[in-house]
């Protein structure tokens, strides 16, 4: 059973840093492209990050220069680094898996809740 498991979502003043994780289990890690995306209320999903099985990160142009994206192999893990947080930010995030030669093998977490609120 494949499962991926986010954390680290919480309520956090503009300017400030938040540390996301996604933990997986029930895939071979390595050979998945990783992902981050996030969903506004009365918006539609959108491209975070994602990092390939080889480190090849690629971000929205909306959190560049702010956001970081990085895996852990060994322990089957995705995070993302959000410093500099804006209140447009506020969203759940989602954790994606994505197969490296199957695309249509795609798997998603259930979701955590980024608040950036004074």
């Known amino acids: 059973q494949v499962q991926l498991v986010e954390s680290g979502g919480a309520l956090v003043q503009p300017g400030g840093s938040l540390r996301l994780s996604c933990a997986a289990s029930?895939?071979?890690?390595?050979?998945?492209?990783m992902g981050w995306y996030r969903q506004a209320p009365g918006k539609q999903r959108e491209l975070v990050a994602t990092i390939t099985s080889g480190g090849v990160t690629n971000y929205a142009d909306s959190v560049k220069g702010r956001f970081t994206i990085s895996r852990d192999n060994a322990k089957n893990t995705v995070y993302l680094q959000m410093n500099s947080l804006k209140p447009e930010d506020t969203a759940v995030y989602y954790c994606?898996?994505?197969?490296?030669?199957?695309?249509?093998?795609?798997?998603w977490g259930q979701g955590t809740q980024v608040t950036v609120s004074s």
């Open positions: 029930g895939i071979i890690f390595s050979i998945y492209t």
């Open positions: 994606n898996a994505k197969h490296r030669l199957v695309p249509s093998n795609v798997y």
